[in-house]
């Protein structure tokens, strides 16, 4: 009888979800905004997450570092259970989530490595929020500024760049948190059709040779079906739609679009 061949760790660990949501339930001034939502990131994908404007795409990526009110079901992300978490243990959860916006929220003053930087301060202790980084943390943020390509901006301004760059520090801001997952809103709705592809290949990337999973809200089909691994679509707060990318098409997810024409905007956006 062949010798049973047992999964590795590292199999393992690519086999079972970081992030693990069931029956989602949120509720502002009990009006439902995701009603039964159910979701799973694995180590190592990309992930879309497609839907009109309301059908609670922000409010879905706000719930896994418990930014929104669970009202029902369970969330999972990292080992942390988001809907019994205490303040500190937020904080602690927070700071294993990488979040990228649409916005960049750079500090514009301040230089492109000094806004890397930041993203160590929950981990580098309150002497070095007024007294610097180590040197350790400087040459990580130099890393990660010539992983994204802009290290020969690190002493610039952040404001002095332009989108696309912007966007490439706030990617490097959350790689310096060392995170577990990528929460990504909306990243490249304020970037040109070249840039959105450059940086969505490079969060890509990072989801692949990182082992980190990227949740990536998107608004724009093709890019969805060009950079993603699998694609999951929320209509009315609802997910109606989930599979490989590779298995749809666009004919397919224009359902959760038909109905865009009047929609409200997202109570949290």
């Given at each position: 009888?062949?010798?049973?061949?047992l999964?590795?760790?590292?199999?393992?660990?690519?086999?079972?979800?970081l992030?693990?949501?069931?029956?989602?339930?949120?509720?502002?001034?009990?009006?439902?905004?995701?009603?039964?939502?159910?979701?799973?990131?694995?180590?190592?994908?990309?992930?879309?997450?497609?839907?009109?404007?309301?059908?609670?795409?922000?409010?879905?990526?706000?719930?896994?570092?418990?930014?929104?009110?669970?009202?029902?079901?369970?969330?999972r992300?990292?080992?942390?259970?988001?809907?019994?978490?205490?303040?500190?243990?937020?904080?602690?959860?927070?700071?294993?989530?990488?979040?990228?916006?649409?916005?960049?929220?750079?500090?514009p003053?301040?230089?492109?490595?000094?806004?890397?930087?930041?993203?160590?301060?929950?981990?580098?202790?309150?002497?070095?929020?007024?007294?610097?980084?180590?040197?350790a943390?400087?040459?990580?943020?130099?890393?990660?500024?010539?992983?994204?390509?802009?290290?020969?901006?690190?002493?610039?301004?952040?404001?002095?760049?332009?989108?696309?760059?912007?966007?490439?520090?706030?990617?490097?801001?959350?790689?310096?948190?060392?995170?577990?997952?990528?929460?990504?809103?909306?990243?490249?709705?304020?970037?040109?059709?070249?840039?959105?592809?450059?940086?969505?290949?490079?969060?890509?990337?990072?989801?692949?040779?990182d082992?980190?999973?990227?949740?990536?809200?998107?608004?724009?089909?093709?890019?969805?079906?060009?950079?993603?691994?699998?694609?999951?679509?929320?209509?009315?707060?609802?997910?109606?739609?989930?599979?490989?990318?590779?298995?749809?098409?666009?004919?397919?997810?224009?359902?959760?679009?038909?109905?865009?024409?009047?929609?409200?905007?997202?109570?949290?956006?």
């Amino acid at each position: 009888m062949p010798a049973v061949q047992l999964p590795t760790t590292a199999e393992l660990r690519h086999a079972l979800p970081l992030v693990s949501v069931r029956g989602l339930r949120v509720a502002y001034d009990e009006q439902l905004v995701l009603n039964g939502v159910e979701l799973d990131l694995f180590p190592g994908e990309m992930v879309a997450l497609l839907g009109a404007s309301g059908s609670g795409k922000s409010t879905l990526m706000k719930s896994l570092t418990g930014f929104a009110p669970i009202s029902g079901g369970s969330v999972r992300v990292a080992g942390h259970d988001v809907t019994n978490l205490a303040r500190g243990e937020l904080r602690t959860l927070r700071s294993e989530v990488g979040q990228v916006f649409q916005q960049f929220n750079l500090i514009p003053r301040l230089s492109v490595l000094s806004n890397v930087l930041t993203g160590a301060l929950h981990g580098a202790g309150p002497i070095n929020m007024v007294g610097g980084f180590s040197s350790a943390h400087r040459a990580r943020a130099m890393h990660l500024l010539d992983r994204v390509g802009i290290a020969h901006k690190a002493k610039d301004a952040a404001r002095s760049l332009s989108g696309g760059q912007q966007q490439r520090v706030a990617i490097a801001r959350a790689l310096m948190q060392q995170p577990r997952a990528i929460l990504a809103d909306e990243p490249v709705a304020s970037l040109d059709p070249k840039l959105a592809d450059s940086v969505l290949e490079l969060l890509r990337e990072i989801a692949t040779e990182d082992g980190i999973p990227v949740l990536v809200s998107l608004h724009v089909l093709p890019l969805a079906l060009a950079h993603s691994d699998r694609i999951v679509g929320l209509r009315h707060g609802e997910m109606v739609l989930s599979g490989r990318t590779a298995q749809l098409d666009a004919a397919q997810l224009a359902v959760l679009y038909q109905d865009e024409e009047g929609a409200g905007d997202e109570r949290d956006h």
